[in-house]
């Protein structure tokens, strides 16, 4: 059960990230750190108890890929548009 307790650092890590990181690029990653911890725990009690957690986290993966390609397009886009990346100044966005 050693890969909950790594699971469960890696997920603490992101949120940890999300929460007091102030640019995009920081939180998307730490979001990221959180996917990957829950397919840690996926694959790890497939391979504890025999379920098909593999396929859970190969659906995860693809998911993940998709929200990099969607969220690296948004940061570009607001970069580009503000010349920041800072969580605290796309509050002013809103139209």
Request: charged fraction near 15%; proline fraction near 0%; glycine fraction near 8%.
């Amino acid at each position: 059960m050693s890969f909950l307790l790594a699971s469960a650092l890696l997920f603490a890590l992101g949120v940890y990230g999300v929460l007091t990181r102030r640019t995009a690029i920081l939180v998307f990653l730490s979001i990221e750190l959180m996917l990957n911890a829950a397919n840690l725990s996926l694959v790890g009690f497939a391979r504890a108890y025999g379920l098909e957690g593999q396929v859970a986290a190969l659906m995860v993966i693809a998911i993940a890929a998709a929200e990099v390609a969607v969220g690296l397009g948004l940061i570009v886009a607001i970069f580009r548009h503000r010349e920041s990346t800072a969580v605290d100044d796309l509050s002013e966005l809103r139209g």
